[in-house]
T-cell receptor
């Protein structure tokens, strides 16, 4: 089955700790995205990648980092610099940037201990 | 910057009846895409419908249809024969060609039996 997978489903972070959220797609999509969703709100773009080995900051990139070494994978690291990381994180992909429909993974819930 | 406004924070509808969710957007562009996404309690974001701005014909997908009024910058979603499984948060989203996806704040729809 083609799709987008995210792991883990739930993640707990201690103070001062970096954590990494996984996103994998087997849709052969060039573009991938990370969004943050806070309770009762819409989605905000953290980072995006138009093609492998390239990525750009979105609207709220501070405290986050990404890599895109493989077409299928776009991991997001939440660093200790992100002071309010508790949120729902959604990964998405599309055939290409800025024109095609984005399809979403099931999400990761990040909680701070 | 483009903005998307969903003026109805919450709505409810009886099973089998019809409901319309409102969305307006602000842009000076002529070429863009509009989307409705559904986020059920599982929190997976699911594409409901997509509309290309250059197409005058309103998009439909089974029980879901849109009323796209380009001059008024309005993009409402009509759900016919509402089902319990339609209970979800619905997000309207706008994408200028070659640019990011911008989401509204969402409308919670509750379908009552």
């Amino acid at each position: 089955d083609g799709g987008i997978t995210q792991s883990p489903k739930y993640l707990f972070r201690k103070e001062g700790q970096n954590v990494t959220l996984s996103c994998e797609q087997n849709l052969n999509h060039d573009a991938m995205y990370w969004y943050r969703q806070d309770p009762g709100q819409g989605l905000r773009l953290i980072y995006y990648s138009q093609i492998v080995n390239d990525f750009q900051k979105g609207d709220i990139a501070e405290g986050y980092s990404v890599s895109r070494e493989k077409k299928e994978s776009f991991p997001l690291t939440v660093t200790s610099a992100q002071k309010n990381p508790t949120a729902f994180y959604l990964c998405a992909s599309s055939i290409n940037w800025g024109r095609e429909t984005q399809y979403f993974g099931p999400g990761t819930r990040l909680l701070v201990l | 910057a483009q903005t998307v406004t969903q003026s109805q924070p919450e709505m409810s509808v009886q099973e089998a009846e019809t409901v319309t969710l409102s969305c307006t957007y602000d842009t000076s562009e002529s070429n863009y895409y509009l989307f409705w996404y559904k986020q059920p309690p599982s929190r997976q974001m699911i594409l409901v419908i997509r509309q290309e701005a250059y197409k005058q014909q309103n998009a439909t997908e089974n029980r879901f249809s849109v009323n796209f009024q380009k001059a008024a910058k309005s993009f409402s979603l009509k759900i016919s024969d509402s089902q319990l499984g339609d209970t979800a948060m619905y997000f309207c989203a706008f994408m200028k060609v070659g640019n990011k996806l911008v989401f509204g704040a969402g409308t919670i729809l509750r379908v009552k039996s």
